[in-house]
Nanobody, 123 residues
C-alpha cells in the first residue's frame, strides 16, 4: 500500500516562501514519477510540477516556472516543492501524487494521491 503524506503548508504573505514535503511510504520514491498538483476553491485541480523517477527531468506549469522547484531526497523517500515569490493566486490545496506511467502532467495518470496541504498567500 503506497501512502503519500504532505506537510509544510500554511499562511504566508505575498513574496514569501514555503517548502512543501511529501513523504512516501510503501514503495521507494524512485519507483514513480512524482508530481504536485493544486486546487483552488471553485476551480479544477491543476498541474504544478513533476519530477522523473531518476530525478533528472522536471517539468513545471508556466504559472510557477522560475518560482517553484521540485526535488526529491531518495534517502528520506521524500519529495519537495520549494515555492518562492508566492502570489495570492498560488492559494490552493496542494497535492502530492505518484505515477507509474512516467513523467506526465495529466492528473488521471497518477494512481496515488496524498490528502493535501493548504497554502494561503495573503496580499
Amino acid at each position: 500500500q503506497v501512502q503519500l503524506v504532505e506537510s509544510g503548508g500554511g499562511l504566508v504573505q505575498a513574496g514569501g516562501s514555503l517548502r512543501l514535503s511529501c513523504v512516501v511510504s510503501g514503495r521507494t520514491v524512485s519507483s514513480y514519477a512524482m508530481g504536485w498538483f493544486r486546487q483552488a476553491p471553485g476551480k479544477e485541480r491543476e498541474f504544478v510540477a513533476v519530477i522523473s523517477r531518476s530525478g533528472v527531468s522536471t517539468t513545471y506549469a508556466d504559472s510557477v516556472k522560475a518560482r517553484f522547484t521540485i526535488s526529491k531526497d531518495t534517502a528520506k523517500n521524500t519529495v519537495y516543492l520549494q515555492m518562492n515569490s508566492l502570489k495570492p493566486e498560488d492559494t490552493a490545496v496542494y497535492y502530492c501524487a505518484a505515477s507509474g506511467l512516467g513523467i506526465t502532467i495529466i492528473s488521471r495518470s497518477y494512481a496515488y494521491w496524498g490528502q493535501g496541504t493548504q497554502v494561503t498567500v495573503s496580499s
